[in-house]
């Protein structure tokens, strides 16, 4: 089915933003065949046009049978202002590329892109999942990926590389084969909590260096990983891949997995647990504790910190006067928990910046906002994912000196949030926590990226408009993420006004209507049965 959309020249032209993005609406879904887009059915890839939106601006419809390959056509092209002072990238699916290498929703996201470079956006991230490349030891599969970047390099945008050493629950992607079997024998490899629970999506920062991987360190193993992409991406690196995300931990960030229980819906958490207690890390701390004269400290993390789901003020530990974190101990222990974590993430970054420093590409690594419980003296929420920071002592100086070190860029999530939407008994304070972060990266002149949790958190887009355009500016925001819901009727016109308001289109003059002639654009993708936009 071919949809022509008419317009007489007459009338103002409608840009080809508003027909090929926020007039439709995209939905991603499974199906048999996953680069088929089907129309109008559950669970699948969907175009709807918004009808009666048209019709106020003017437009009528036309209905004809037609079969078309995926093209984008234009007689007369409308030129977008790049967007100054910063660069916005959308992130695609988290399952853009999996289950054997092959392309998931190919055509959905070919048609994505297309809606984000008529929109004006720069470009792409895109997940590269370490289980998905390396299911055997030392032999890549990098098809699906390299079939990925193709498809932005032809939409003519822009492609940041996140590079996942890590596993994700929803959609499941887990670790290598080979790295889930050897931590069936060997569990130490992951973290574990205080009941010895342990945490198996990434392995625990105390085997770096330690030949846990059939003979190989973990460091040895990530370095193959990424000189293998960097061969294999050589003819995309520094044209059509700007910047590359280093993976630093759970959800690829430089932090303990302190919250992997998972959290109760409509209760508020509590400060998390220490993962210190798989056999490595306490290794790792009994060293410690001997170098410094106090062995007996080195037997175990905090005994008096609260579990997962009590509130921070429950046990002694965190408690905002005269709990034990302040005291000689709590010292102790804290400066080696987190000076563990900065030492991996230095571990990693060196790495990375080693290897694609002769490229022109730009090397990231995600910091968390671990905001709950900020307004507390403690901040139990930092302290337990490795951030020694409290009311009376900055622990993001260590961090960002260990980034400006290694000429890296710092990638904040959490850019949407407000003090104002937090939950009150949290005593969260999201903004306060980023600008505290920002701060101290300004002094070390580490620049900051960022980006959203999630889209559709309450007054996200205005907060986020806040951060990007406010006193310390970004040079890179990535938008989280391609799917239903982003192209959906309920979010899209809101992402699309969001893209506006950083910079606005500008037609070139032979764009403009004549009363003698009229422009002719399309947008056409391919479906079954095919939708084809025209305006003029």
């Known amino acids: 089915m071919e949809v022509s959309v008419i317009r007489s020249s007459s009338q103002a032209k409608i840009s080809k933003t508003e027909l090929g993005c926020s007039d439709l609406r995209f939905c991603f879904g499974k199906s048999n065949d996953k680069n088929k887009i089907f129309s109008r059915k559950p669970n699948s890839v969907c ?21 078309s390959d995926p093209v984008l056509e234009s007689k007369s092209p409308a030129t977008f202002k790049s967007l100054d002072r910063l660069r916005l990238f959308v992130g695609l699916p988290l399952d853009a590329v999996s289950d054997g290498n092959s392309v998931n929703h190919a055509r959905a996201i070919g048609a994505g892109l297309k809606a984000l470079k008529l929109l004006g956006v720069e470009g792409v991230e895109l997940p590269v999942w370490w289980g998905v490349v390396e299911n055997e030891m030392g032999k890549y599969d990098w098809s699906g990926y390299l079939a990925v970047a193709e498809m932005v390099q032809k939409a003519g945008l822009k492609l940041h590389v996140s590079l996942c050493f890590h596993a994700s629950s929803q959609p499941r992607i887990p670790l290598p084969k080979w790295v889930t079997k050897i931590g069936e024998s060997q569990s130490s490899i992951f973290f574990a909590d205080r009941s010895g629970q342990h945490y198996q999506q990434c392995l625990s920062l105390a085997v770096d260096n330690l030949a846990v991987l059939d003979g190989k360190t973990p460091i040895q193993v990530y370095q193959g990983f990424c000189e293998s992409f960097k061969t294999t991406f050589s003819p995309f690196m520094g044209s059509t891949i700007t910047g590359i995300s280093m993976g630093l931990g759970p959800d690829g960030e430089l932090r303990y997995p302190s919250h992997h229980k998972p959290f109760k819906s409509g209760t508020i958490t509590g400060g998390g647990e ?25 037997l175990g993390g905090p005994h008096d910190a609260p579990t997962y789901d009590q509130a921070p003020n429950s ?49 990231y690594g995600k910091v968390p ?22 009311a009376s002592r900055n622990g993001y100086e260590a961090v960002a000196e260990m980034f400006a070190r290694n000429s890296c860029k710092i990638n904040l999530p959490g850019m949407d949030l407000s003090d104002e939407h937090q939950p009150h008994d949290a005593l969260s304070s999201p903004e306060s926590l980023l600008a505290q972060i920002r701060t101290t990266c300004n002094k070390h002149r580490v620049e900051v990226a960022g980006q959203n949790l999630a889209p559709g958190a309450p007054g996200g887009i205005e907060q986020i408009k806040k951060n990007m355009l406010g ?35 500008e037609l070139h003059p032979d764009d403009l209507p004549s009363d003698e002639a009229e422009a002719t654009e399309s947008v056409q993708t391919s479906s079954d049965p095919n939708i084809h936009l025209q305006t003029a």
Not at 47 to 67: D, M, N, Y
Not at 494 to 503: A, N
């Open 471 to 505: 006193e310390n500016k970004i040079d890179l925001f990535t938008y989280q993420r391609m799917g239903a819901h982003f192209f959906s009727p309920e979010h899209f016109p809101s992402f699309t006004e969001f893209v506006r308001s950083l910079s606005q289109p």
């Open 315 to 363: 046990n002694s530990f965190f408690k905002d006067h005269g709990g034990s974190w302040e005291s000689p101990y709590g010292d102790f222990f804290l400066s080696w928990y987190s000076s563990e974590l900065v030492s991996h993430g230095n571990r990693l970054l060196s790495l990375a910046s080693s290897i694609f420093g002769d490229t022109e590409v730009n090397v």
């Open 369 to 390: 906002l671990m905001h709950l419980w900020y307004k507390t003296r403690a901040h139990p929420s930092e302290l337990t994912a490795g951030f020694y920071n409290t």
């Open 274 to 298: 220490f993962q210190c207690y798989d056999t490595n890390m306490l290794n790792l701390l009994k060293q410690y504790a001997e170098a410094n004269g106090n062995p007996l400290w080195g």
């Open 47 to 67: 175009f709807e046009s918004q009808i009666s939106r048209f019709r106020k601006a003017g437009l009528r419809f036309t209905l004809k049978a037609v079969h």
